[in-house]
């Protein structure tokens, strides 16, 4: 079997799980406060940012720092779990398919995964802006080729983050401890954007992103150049070291 048709067994196995709606749950939890709490908007505190900007800004951040990581940990944690659950990973491993195929096809389910998470985000958004607008009766809603535009950045430097969560899910076989783990990386990150080393930390580039860009629409709060080296070079060896591991060590205990 090729990669293409490992994933498709991959997403089949996923259809009847309750998967999306666990990322579906948190997306709603971060937008509706946004709703309750729009008129904070325009107390911008002398910082130059429009409230549509402020509006944006402060709902993908919850977003960014913490509920995108988070569901990357369950899910990576989820996929592996539910194999070891039911031995369907014994049978996989049965099967005349090269492991690295197999581990490969279950990273790419999670980058759909991660890919429909934020297409939930970025409707989430549309949705509460739209409400938020016709409260407040002011146009909180920004174009869309940019939000767009801008998700998609965030989800291009979710990647490497997703690649070492699911390196952490398949060398640390209890799910306690890899979602402990998993979830204990991710607070660091807001800590990290701020030191030399930040590229060297793959949970922070999402939030690194956010203040990149919250730096654009607030002149003079923060960075708005981003250092391409050697963060690219960094990001891309980091994911593929992550991936190489996770490869190799994939249905490693259950080989023994």
């Known amino acids: 079997m090729n990669l293409i048709s490992l994933i498709g067994v991959e997403l089949k196995k996923i259809r009847r799980s309750k998967i999306l709606l666990i990322l579906l749950i948190p997306v709603v939890i971060m937008w509706i406060p946004g709703i309750l709490n729009a008129d904070i908007s325009f107390d911008t505190r002398g910082i130059p ?3 549509e900007n402020n509006f944006f800004i402060q709902g993908f951040m919850g ?3 913490f509920m995108i990581p988070a569901s990357l940990v369950v899910t990576t944690v989820l996929l592996t779990q539910t194999e070891r659950s039911h031995n369907g990973i014994l049978k996989m491993l049965a099967l005349p398919v090269n492991t690295a195929k197999l581990c490969l096809a279950k990273f ?3 980058l759909l995964l991660a890919f429909i998470q934020m297409v939930m985000t970025i409707l989430a958004y549309y949705i509460s802006g739209a409400i938020a607008s016709r409260m407040l009766d002011y146009d909180f809603l920004l174009d869309p080729s940019y939000v767009c535009r801008f998700a998609l950045c965030l989800y291009a430097g979710s990647i490497p983050m997703a690649a070492v ?3 952490i899910a398949n060398l640390i076989t209890a799910p306690v401890f890899s ?3 998993g979830l ?3 607070v660091p990150s807001v800590l990290m954007i701020n030191t030399r080393v930040w590229f060297a930390y793959p949970m922070s580039y999402p939030f690194y992103l956010l203040m990149v860009e919250y730096g654009r629409c607030a002149q003079g709060v923060y960075e708005t150049r981003i250092a391409w080296i050697p963060w690219l070079p960094t990001a891309v060896f980091i994911t593929v070291a992550a991936l190489g591991i996770a490869c190799a060590r994939f249905g490693a205990s259950e080989r023994r």
């Open 63 to 65: 977003m960014v720092w």
């Open 179 to 181: 979602v402990g783990i």
């Open 108 to 110: 790419a389910v999670i």
């Open 165 to 167: 969560f699911w390196m």
């Open 184 to 186: 204990a990386s991710i």
């Open 49 to 51: 940012i429009t409230p």
